[in-house]
């Protein structure tokens, strides 16, 4: 892990990485809001009078979650960006300091299951956390590396459920 080509590859890596997750959590995000707009507006639809006011608190924290996991995904991986003229420096210090984890990144690189080492990226985050402020770069990459497919999970499941609802709200008003 000596050569420059090396630390260049990995940085590049980490950024077509980063690029796809930017993308998938802008996807999820519009989806997001698409769904929960339609599913608020039709539950403002359906409950009046006394259930009105419910139905904005509820049924808006209800319809706002999937939306709110996806602008946190995006958060990070837009936070991420701001730091990326330091990536390269990072990748190198850290490669250069910490071989354990280092070898998550070349294998990742490599063209190996970014899947097959989660559990080593779970551990390569708890080691950078300490070195959040010598390695801002790397450390916000890889926090969101690690965190945006969960987020994207939970904003994709939150967007089924909140698209039942809708559902079945709709039904509700057609029948009444």
Known sequence: MDSELDVQRITDGLQTTLRRLASLAGGVAMVAAIVGIATFLTGLLVFDGKGRPLWLVIGG??????????????????????????????????????????????????????????????????????????????????????????????AIVGIVGVGLLGTVLLIGVLID
């Open 61 to 154: 924290v209800i319809c706002a979650v999937p939306l709110v996991a996806a602008l946190v995904a995006r958060f990070f991986v837009r936070s991420t960006a701001k730091h990326s003229p330091e990536l390269i420096a990072n990748v190198r210090q850290f490669v250069e300091t910490s071989s354990n984890s280092a070898q998550v990144l070349i294998d990742h690189d490599s063209g190996r299951p970014v899947a097959a080492y989660a559990k080593s990226f779970g551990d390569m985050r708890r080691e950078l956390n300490h070195q959040r402020t010598e390695l801002p770069a790397l450390f916000a990459g890889v926090r969101a590396i690690t965190s945006v497919p969960g987020l994207a999970a939970l």
